[in-house]
């Protein structure tokens, strides 16, 4: 059980009534997320279902090639094991901790009997979340396919910096290669691009944006159409 003192940073939670997330908090546990810790593989039993805090978690998908690419990022914004929302136990790709940070977590029989209740908030939030996610997986995948690494390393970086509180994004150039699925040779000269612009700073592991508004300049529509 979470402590009650503790800063309540997830925004799906933070909108509950004040009394229906009481009753939540005997069912939800307060966890770390290590940095690169699998939370649950494609065709797993999803046993546990997230509430970020801190931190950022990617939905990742491969190939049977071994090739594998990011199709969602989830943070403070959204729950991490939705297939349990639509009435599925199985997972259906990996979700992966890209930032370190921090979750409330709970058992996915326990959210189920807790959605079964009339006038449920917590269900509502959760299918307007489930919309949002489907829009953005959707525009990444668009966007993917139209529109340059640049531009795509600018839409992801803002992603992420919207998901963390800090100017600082703690990412390796091979981590950000497989979550485009791209070279990383084209994500450091992607990366050197808006380096040179003013953009961010990047160094060995570490990016730090320097101007939110270039960024914002640097993306794609992509970026704006999932955001609204």
């Given at each position: 059980?979470?402590?009650?003192?503790?800063?309540?940073?997830?925004?799906?939670?933070?909108?509950?009534?004040?009394?229906?997330?009481?009753?939540?908090?005997?069912?939800?546990?307060?966890?770390?997320?290590?940095?690169?810790?699998?939370?649950?593989?494609?065709?797993?039993?999803?046993e546990?279902?997230?509430?970020?805090?801190?931190?950022?978690?990617?939905?990742?998908?491969?190939?049977?090639?071994?090739?594998?690419?990011?199709?969602?990022?989830?943070?403070?914004?959204?729950?991490?094991?939705?297939?349990?929302?639509?009435?599925?136990?199985?997972?259906?790709?990996?979700?992966?901790?890209?930032?370190?940070?921090?979750?409330?977590?709970?058992?996915?029989?326990?959210?189920?009997?807790?959605?079964?209740?009339?006038?449920?908030?917590?269900?509502?939030?959760?299918?307007?979340?489930?919309?949002?996610?489907?829009?953005?997986?959707?525009?990444?995948?668009?966007?993917?396919?139209?529109?340059?690494?640049?531009?795509?390393?600018?839409?992801?970086?803002?992603?992420?910096?919207?998901?963390?509180?800090?100017?600082?994004?703690?990412?390796?150039?091979?981590?950000?290669?497989?979550?485009?699925?791209?070279?990383?040779?084209?994500?450091?000269?992607?990366?050197?691009?808006l380096?040179?612009?003013?953009?961010?700073?990047?160094?060995?592991g570490?990016?730090?944006?320097?101007?939110?508004?270039?960024?914002?300049?640097?993306?794609?529509?992509?970026?704006?159409?999932?955001?609204?």
């Amino acid at each position: 059980m979470p402590e009650n003192n503790l800063p309540l940073k997830n925004l799906i939670l933070a909108a509950l009534p004040h009394r229906e997330y009481e009753r939540l908090l005997p069912d939800l546990e307060f966890i770390s997320l290590p940095l690169d810790v699998t939370l649950y593989k494609s065709g797993d039993f999803i046993e546990y279902v997230y509430f970020p805090g801190e931190g950022v978690v990617s939905l990742i998908t491969h190939m049977k090639s071994g090739a594998a690419i990011e199709v969602g990022l989830i943070g403070m914004d959204g729950m991490v094991g939705i297939p349990v929302l639509l009435g599925d136990k199985i997972a259906f790709e990996e979700a992966v901790v890209q930032i370190e940070g921090n979750a409330l977590r709970m058992k996915s029989e326990k959210l189920k009997d807790r959605l079964k209740s009339a006038h449920n908030s917590l269900l509502t939030n959760l299918l307007l979340y489930t919309r949002t996610l489907m829009k953005q997986i959707a525009q990444t995948a668009a966007c993917n396919r139209l529109h340059t690494v640049e531009e795509r390393l600018a839409r992801w970086l803002l992603m992420c910096h919207d998901r963390v509180e800090s100017d600082e994004l703690p990412l390796t150039q091979e981590f950000i290669s497989n979550m485009l699925g791209t070279r990383r040779a084209s994500v450091g000269s992607a990366a050197g691009g808006l380096q040179e612009k003013g953009v961010i700073r990047y160094s060995r592991g570490r990016i730090t944006v320097l101007s939110r508004k270039k960024l914002e300049e640097s993306a794609c529509e992509c970026y704006l159409a999932a955001k609204e």
